[in-house]
C-alpha cells in the first residue's frame, strides 16, 4: 500500500516533443505529489508539486495533471529540450510530512536533438 | 548550490566495518531526512530528524543510526557493512508540509 508504480522505465523524445510520465499510487492518505528531477552524479531536485485539491499545476513547460479518483498523476515536459534529459522521480506522502517520500522507480528520459 | 552539503562524495569500505556520513542542512530547516539509493533505483526514505529527535523510520535495521546537531548538521551512522549497503545516500532538509532539497549524496562502495 505504500508503493508509487512509475512508467515507462525509460524514454526517448526528439526535441520539441512532449514526453508523459506516468505515476499510481494506492494509499489515500497520500496529499502531496512532488515531481523530481535528477541529472548523474547529483540528487534530486524537486521540479513541480501537486496536492489534489486541483487537477492540473503548471510551472514554466512542466505540468503535473492529477486524477484522484484513480489514484494516478503524470508529468508532461512541453517544448521538450536536450538540456531535459535526465532521470525523473515521482513520490507520494503526506503533506504533513513532506520529508518522508514514497519514490517511484524512475523514468529515465533522452531529448534527442 | 542546493544549500545542502554531503561528504565525503565518495567513499569505499570493507564489509563488516563501520561508516559515518555527514549532512550540512541550509540554516532554520529544522528536519533533515536521510535516503538510500541504489544504483537504477528510487531513493528509499531510511528515517528522519526533526529538532535532534528520531521522528519516523523506514524499513531499515537497527545498523542503520543517526544524529541530527543543533547546528542543523546530521550524521548517518551505518554497522557491520554489507555489500548490499553499497549506494548512494542522499540528505534532505526542510519543513515539514512543505518542499524538501537534497545534497548532492554520498557514493558508498562496500568491498
Known amino acids: 500500500q505504500q508503493q508509487v508504480k512509475q512508467s515507462p522505465q525509460s524514454l526517448i523524445v526528439q526535441k520539441g516533443g512532449i514526453p508523459i510520465i506516468n505515476c499510481a499510487y494506492e494509499n489515500t492518505a497520500f496529499d502531496y505529489f512532488p515531481w523530481y528531477q535528477q541529472f548523474p552524479g547529483k540528487g534530486p531536485a524537486l521540479l513541480i508539486a501537486?496536492?489534489?485539491?486541483?487537477s492540473e499545476k503548471k510551472e514554466g513547460r512542466f505540468t503535473i495533471s492529477f486524477n484522484k479518483s484513480a489514484k494516478q498523476f503524470s508529468l508532461h515536459i512541453m517544448d521538450s529540450q536536450p538540456g531535459d534529459s535526465a532521470t525523473y522521480f515521482c513520490?507520494?506522502?503526506?503533506?504533513?510530512?513532506?520529508?518522508?517520500?514514497?519514490f517511484g522507480q524512475g523514468t529515465t528520459l533522452q531529448v534527442k536533438p | 548550490e542546493t544549500g545542502v552539503t554531503q561528504s565525503p562524495t565518495h567513499l569505499i569500505k570493507t564489509r563488516g566495518q563501520q561508516v559515518t556520513l555527514r549532512c550540512s542542512s541550509q540554516?532554520?530547516?529544522?528536519?533533515v531526512s536521510w535516503y538510500q539509493q541504489a544504483l537504477g533505483q528510487g531513493p528509499q526514505f531510511i528515517f528522519q530528524?526533526?529538532?535532534?529527535?528520531?521522528?519516523g523510520r523506514g524499513n531499515f535495521p537497527p545498523r542503520f543510526s543517526g544524529l541530527q546537531f543543533p547546528n542543523y548538521s546530521s550524521e548517518l551512522n551505518v554497522n557491520a557493512l554489507e555489500l548490499d549497503d553499497s549506494a548512494l545516500y542522499l540528505c534532505?532538509?526542510?519543513?515539514?508540509?512543505?518542499?524538501?532539497?537534497f545534497g548532492s549524496g554520498t557514493r558508498l562502495t562496500v568491498v
Open positions: 513520490a507520494a506522502t503526506v503533506s504533513s510530512n513532506t520529508g518522508k517520500l514514497i
Open positions: 530528524y526533526y529538532r535532534e529527535e528520531e521522528n
Open positions: 540554516s532554520g530547516h529544522n528536519t
Open positions: 534532505a532538509s526542510g519543513d515539514r508540509g512543505r518542499g524538501y532539497t
Open positions: 501537486i496536492r489534489p485539491d486541483v
